[in-house]
C-alpha cells in the first residue's frame, strides 16, 4: 500500500514539473530578495531551488527554439511579436514587493504573523484546505477569501482575547504574506503553446500571455479574453502596451481562470517610409490614420499628401491613392497593404523607365537613393502574370576605359525579386541609376484568353475559347458538334477583323498610298467637259468638284476602306472536314466569328440590269440566263465586268481568251453583279489651255486698264 501511494506522489511531482513551464523564471535576472522569495515558494512546491536555477537557463533556451521553429516568416512580421520572442523581456510577476493589500488568500499561502510589546512571538502559518491558520494558544482562524487587510483584523480580534495590551497597543500584531500559493490556469486559442500551467498566484494576464509565448501567427494582439466561472471579466489589448507603454485591463488571474486569443479579424501590411513597417492588426472601424499611429508615422523621406494601397479584389489587385485628407475617414479592410511613398528628392533630368508587366509603364523621375522597390511602387506594383524570376535592368555603360577597351554599350543585371513587393528586402533591392531601363516580362507562354464565335446551322452556336494555339476550324467543328441537317457547307464565311498596331498601321499607310498612285496611272476614264459646262458648271472655277466627282466614279475613294474593313473568308466546311489540316482549314484567331446559313434556294441579280430580282435558283441556268430573268442587261451595263459574289463572301469575275468569255458558276445564294460603264472625263481643259485663258485675260485687263487711265 505504501508502494501505491509513493507511486501516486511521484507521478503528481512530475506531472507538476511538467505543467510549470509557464512559472519558470529566469533567476539569473533577480535581485538576491527575489531569488530567496523564489527559493521559498518553490521548495513549498517540492521543486529543488537549486535544481531550478541550474536548469531556468536551458529550459528557456529549448522553449524558445520550440516558438521559433513553429512560427512562421509571416509571424515575424506582425507587429508585437518580439515582444514574446525577445529573452531579454520578461513578464514574470515581483515576489519581492510588499504585501499586496487586496491580495485574496487561499490555501497553501504562508502567513507570517510577528507579535511583539508586551509579549513577543514570530509564527510561519500555512493556510489549510479548509482555509484556516492555528495560531498556537489562540486556535484556527479563517483566513481564505479575505483580504490581508481583513485578515489582520480577524487575527487581531482573536488574539486580543488571549493577548494583554492589543487594543491598547501595547502589544504589536504585524501580518504579512510569506510564500505564496501556486494557481493553475488555462491558455486557450490562438497561443503559440496552448495548455494548462501552473502560475504564482501573483501572475496577471500578461505573465500568462508570455509564459505561453504569446499569439501564434493567426492569433489576436487586440482581443485576449480572461474567462472566470464562465464569465468575461477582462478583455487586454497588447497594443495599449506597445503604442503606450499601458498594460490596458491587465488583472491578476485566479485558479482556474481561462486566458483565450481570438483569431484574429483584420490585419494590413504597412511598407516604405513608415517609421515601423510590418503587419498590424485594426479593430473593426478603425481607420487608416489609426494604423500609421501603430506605424509611429511617417519617416522623414514619406510622401505625406497620399498613401498608396494595394486592395485585393474579385478582379485581382487595385491600386487607389488616399488623399492625407481621408486617412481619419478610410476605413482598411484586411489584406490590404498600404505603402508610404518617398519624396522625390529633383536630380534635375534623371530619369529611369519600366515597361512590361507592370500596373503603370513609362519613365519617371529619379530621386539620389531610389532603389527598384521604389520604382515598382511607383508603378503601382506587378500585373497578374509578370514573371519575377527574373526582372532585366538594362544600364548604358558609362565607364571611359569600358567603352575604350570593349564595344559593349549596355550591361544587362537580372534579378529574381517576390511577387508582392512588400516582400522585397535588402538582399534583393537593387539601386538605380540614371538612365535605368527595367523590363518585367510576363511568365513564359502566358496569352490572355482568346475568343471565337461560331453562329448559323451548327448543333451548339456560340463563343468557344481558343485553348492552343494549333486549334483549327475542324476542331471547333467537332467541338460544337458539327453541322445541322439544313446548314449550307459551301456559304460557310469567316469574319476576322485583325488588331494592327502602330507598326503594321505605318506599312498600311504606304502600301494604301502606292496602291493609290498605281490605280490613278491606269485610270484613262474621263467626262465630256463641255457637257458639264452645258449643266451650269465651270470646270475653271469648280476644278475641285470636277476630281472629286472623277475619284468617286473611277473608285479612287475606296481604296483606304481595303485596309479599314474587316477580312472576310469563304469556307467550305464539308472541304474542310475532308481534308483536316489541309490549307483551307484555317488556323482559329481571336475575334473569329464562322456563319454557317441554311441551305440556299435562291440567286439575286443587282446592278445594271432592267429589273434587279431575286430569282429562284435553277441548277441547269448559266449566269446569262439569271441576266435574262432580270429582264437583261440595262443600256449602260458594263457586260464585260460582270462579278458572281457568293454566299460565303469570295468573288469570281468574268475571264476573257482572245474573243471568248468564260462566265464564273452560279451557285445558291449567289449575287450576280454587273457593274455600270465608266463615265470618261473629254474635253477637258489642258494645263496649257488654262494658262493661255489666264495669259489673255491679264493681257486684256491691262489693256483695259491703260485705255482708261489715258
Do not use: W
Amino acid at each position: 500500500m505504501i508502494r501505491i501511494y509513493l507511486l501516486i506522489i511521484l507521478f503528481a511531482f512530475s506531472f507538476s514539473v511538467h505543467s510549470q513551464d509557464f512559472g519558470k523564471i529566469d533567476v539569473s535576472k533577480l535581485t538576491p530578495e527575489q531569488i530567496e522569495m523564489y527559493k521559498k515558494y518553490m521548495s513549498s512546491n517540492k521543486v529543488s531551488s537549486t535544481q531550478v536555477i541550474s536548469n531556468t537557463t536551458e529550459e528557456r533556451k529549448t522553449n524558445n527554439d520550440s516558438v521559433t521553429s513553429t512560427k512562421t516568416a509571416v509571424s515575424n512580421k506582425i507587429f508585437g511579436s518580439y515582444l514574446f520572442r525577445t529573452q531579454s523581456l520578461t513578464f514574470e510577476p515581483k515576489l519581492n514587493i510588499p504585501t499586496p493589500q487586496n491580495y485574496i488568500v487561499g490555501a497553501y499561502d504562508e502567513i507570517l504573523l510577528d507579535i511583539s510589546g508586551l509579549h513577543d512571538a514570530n509564527y510561519k502559518l500555512k493556510v489549510s484546505t479548509e482555509g484556516t491558520i492555528r495560531i498556537p494558544n489562540v486556535g484556527h482562524v479563517k483566513v481564505a477569501g479575505k483580504s490581508i487587510e481583513e485578515i489582520k483584523k480577524s487575527i487581531k480580534t482573536e488574539i486580543s482575547k488571549y493577548y494583554q495590551g492589543v487594543n491598547s497597543g501595547e502589544t504589536k500584531v504585524n501580518v504579512s504574506l510569506g510564500n505564496i500559493r501556486s494557481i493553475q490556469v488555462v491558455v486557450a486559442g490562438e497561443a503559440a503553446r496552448p495548455g494548462t500551467y501552473t502560475l504564482p498566484s501573483l501572475a496577471t494576464a500578461f505573465n500568462a500571455l508570455y509564459a505561453c509565448g504569446g499569439p501564434n501567427e493567426i492569433g489576436s494582439y487586440r482581443s485576449v479574453t480572461v474567462i472566470r466561472a464562465g464569465k468575461i471579466v477582462s478583455n487586454l489589448d497588447v497594443y495599449g502596451l506597445l503604442i503606450d507603454g499601458i498594460a490596458v485591463n491587465d488583472i491578476p488571474l485566479k485558479d482556474n481562470d481561462i486566458i483565450r486569443i481570438e483569431p484574429y479579424k483584420l490585419r494590413i501590411n504597412v511598407n516604405g517610409e513608415a517609421k515601423r513597417t510590418g503587419i498590424f492588426e485594426l479593430q473593426t472601424g478603425e481607420s487608416l490614420k489609426k494604423a500609421l499611429n501603430f506605424a509611429g508615422g511617417f519617416s522623414d523621406n514619406a510622401e505625406r499628401d497620399f498613401i498608396r494601397v494595394f486592395k485585393n479584389t474579385k478582379d485581382g489587385k487595385a491600386v487607389v491613392d488616399i488623399k492625407e485628407s481621408e486617412y481619419d475617414r478610410n476605413i482598411p479592410f484586411s489584406g490590404d497593404s498600404i505603402v508610404v511613398t518617398s519624396i522625390f528628392d529633383k536630380i534635375a533630368g534623371y530619369t529611369v523607365s519600366i515597361a512590361g508587366a507592370v500596373r503603370k509603364t513609362g519613365k519617371f523621375a529619379l530621386s539620389e537613393n531610389s532603389t527598384l522597390k521604389d520604382l515598382l511602387i511607383t508603378a503601382q506594383g506587378f500585373t497578374e502574370m509578370a514573371f519575377t524570376d527574373s526582372v532585366e535592368i538594362i544600364r548604358a555603360v558609362k565607364n571611359l576605359n569600358a567603352l575604350t577597351n570593349s564595344n559593349r554599350k549596355s550591361i544587362v543585371f537580372k534579378v529574381n525579386i517576390p511577387k508582392d513587393i512588400n516582400d522585397i528586402d535588402e538582399a534583393t533591392n537593387f539601386k538605380l541609376q540614371n538612365g535605368d531601363q527595367i523590363v518585367v516580362r510576363t511568365i513564359p507562354g502566358f496569352e490572355n484568353i482568346r475568343l471565337v464565335r461560331i453562329e448559323g446551322e451548327v448543333t451548339l452556336p456560340g463563343n468557344y475559347n481558343i485553348t492552343n494555339k494549333s486549334e483549327r476550324i475542324s476542331d471547333l467543328i467537332g467541338r460544337v458538334g458539327g453541322l445541322t441537317p439544313y446548314a449550307y457547307s459551301a456559304g460557310t464565311v469567316l469574319i476576322r477583323t485583325q488588331s494592327k498596331d502602330q507598326t503594321e498601321e505605318k506599312v498600311n499607310s504606304l502600301i494604301s498610298s502606292n496602291l493609290l498612285n498605281s490605280f490613278e496611272k491606269k485610270q484613262n476614264n474621263s467626262i465630256d467637259m463641255n457637257l458639264l459646262k452645258s449643266a451650269g458648271l465651270n470646270p475653271a472655277a469648280d476644278l475641285s468638284k470636277v476630281d472629286s466627282l472623277q475619284n468617286k466614279l473611277s473608285g479612287n475613294l475606296g481604296i483606304d476602306k481595303i485596309f479599314n474593313s474587316e477580312e472576310i473568308v469563304g469556307l467550305d466546311i464539308e472541304q474542310i472536314l475532308n481534308n483536316k489540316g489541309g490549307k483551307s482549314d484555317l488556323i482559329l484567331e481571336q475575334g473569329d466569328v464562322i456563319f454557317i446559313p441554311r441551305k440556299q434556294q435562291t440567286v439575286r441579280v443587282v446592278g445594271k440590269v432592267l429589273f434587279p430580282t431575286m430569282v429562284s435558283y435553277d441548277a441547269s441556268y448559266k449566269l446569262n440566263d439569271y441576266i435574262y430573268s432580270s429582264g437583261g442587261f440595262a443600256e449602260n451595263a458594263n457586260k464585260n465586268n460582270i462579278f458572281v459574289l457568293y454566299a460565303n463572301g469570295s468573288v469570281k469575275g468574268t475571264k476573257r481568251f482572245l474573243f471568248f468569255k468564260s462566265y464564273p458558276e452560279v451557285l445558291p445564294g449567289s449575287r450576280i453583279i454587273v457593274s455600270e460603264k465608266p463615265i470618261k472625263l473629254i474635253n477637258r481643259m489642258s494645263v496649257g489651255e488654262t494658262i493661255g485663258i489666264f495669259s489673255s485675260t491679264a493681257s486684256m485687263a491691262i489693256l483695259i486698264y491703260s485705255v482708261i487711265k489715258k
